[in-house]
């Protein structure tokens, strides 16, 4: 049997200790960095230790035939320094690099203080801009319970921003939480959170997207499917929708300059597009609106559900100055 060893503490193991663990079938281990028994003064003991768990006990791991992985962190007991945190936490991406550094961890909370929640805040923040997974630590203490609801509230409640480079995503949920990216790519396979903010985003591609607000400029988005409540404002960006949930209520979109790609449904549904100065293709047709003395919206396109089909919801684009291309879908599509 072989048996992998997810929360380790090399640092206090002797080689006796790793000779056994290799006996007794032990193949590879996980290292989070932890507290050292007292609160330490300095970042460049951070850095020290983060050099041990990443480089030496690597190579004493691989005398015995275990591979050795870490963590890097500022761990929940030694998070109430803040300046010190901040100055850890300057110098920890180099160690991103190594190959046996699997993220950030173990992060969270330990007494649920103002100061341990901005350091946890601080190093989730540092996670997501460079695309690394997060160990979290729930409190040891009576306020374990407390602590680990603290704990869901600031990921619920996650203000986070990427400045380039590319960020992928499996499940994304939180109805509080902001997420901002600019000179950025992003592929994000379910996306429930309260708003998404994307400016010169290059390729966003979206699976599944319900209970959002979307502000975008200079962008290109796709979405697979439209759920529940969707609303988007935008400037000349271009937008792919490709299909609907059948229960996807309201989907709105405001735009300037924009570039929209409707892929047409054949579930029950209501649309409406305004348009000023806008072309609309729908099929083989077109229609333009053109500019109006008094700048007034002109009403394009309509389409109602028949009676006998159930709602799934509305469609609503307001669109200015921009073209929405409708593609129609056969029955055979």
Not at 98 to 124: D, R, Y
Not at 148 to 162: A, F, G, H, P, S
Not at 292 to 300: C, H
Not at 320 to 333: A, C, F, P, S, W
Request: charged share 25%; proline share 4%.
């Amino acid at each position: 049997m072989y048996i992998i060893q997810p929360h380790y503490h090399g640092i206090a193991r002797t080689a006796q200790d790793y000779e056994r663990m290799a006996m007794s079938g032990v193949v590879a281990v996980a290292e989070p960095s932890f507290w050292a028994g007292f609160d330490r003064d300095y970042p460049e003991t951070f850095l020290d230790y983060f050099k041990q768990i990443s480089e030496f006990e690597p190579t004493r791991a691989a005398w015995y035939g275990i591979k050795h992985y870490c963590w890097v962190a500022v761990n929940p007991k030694e998070a109430e320094n803040i300046p010190l945190s901040v100055e850890v936490c300057k110098h920890m991406p180099k160690y991103f690099e190594q190959p046996t550094v699997l993220g950030v961890g173990e992060i969270g909370l330990h007494k649920s203080t103002k100061n341990e929640i901005a350091t946890f805040e601080m190093q989730l923040d540092m996670a997501f801009k460079h695309d690394q997974l997060v160990l979290i630590h729930t409190p040891h203490l009576d306020d374990k319970l407390k602590g680990t609801r603290i704990t869901l509230d600031v990921l619920k409640n996650l203000i986070l921003t990427l400045d380039g480079g590319y960020f992928k995503g499996n499940k994304l949920i939180g109805s509080r939480t902001s997420i901002g990216a600019n000179n950025a790519s992003l592929k994000i396979a379910q996306l429930e959170v309260g708003g998404l903010a994307l400016s010169n985003v290059n390729k966003c591609l979206i699976g599944s997207i319900k209970n959002a607000v979307i502000t975008s400029e200079l962008s290109k988005i796709e979405i697979g499917e439209v759920q529940e409540n969707v609303s988007i404002i935008d400037f000349n960006s271009e937008y792919f929708f490709y299909n609907y949930s059948p229960n996807f209520r309201t989907t709105s979109f405001t735009g300037q300059y924009s570039k929209v790609h409707l892929y047409e449904s054949l579930l029950g549904y209501t649309l409406k597009a305004f348009g000023y100065n806008t072309v609309f293709h729908f099929g083989d047709m077109e229609s333009k609106s053109g500019p109006k003395k008094d700048d007034t919206k002109s009403l394009m396109l309509e389409i109602k559900r028949r009676p006998e089909e159930k709602s799934s919801g509305n469609l609503d684009f307001d669109i200015i100055h921009g073209i929405m291309y409708i593609n129609l879908l056969t029955d055979k599509e």
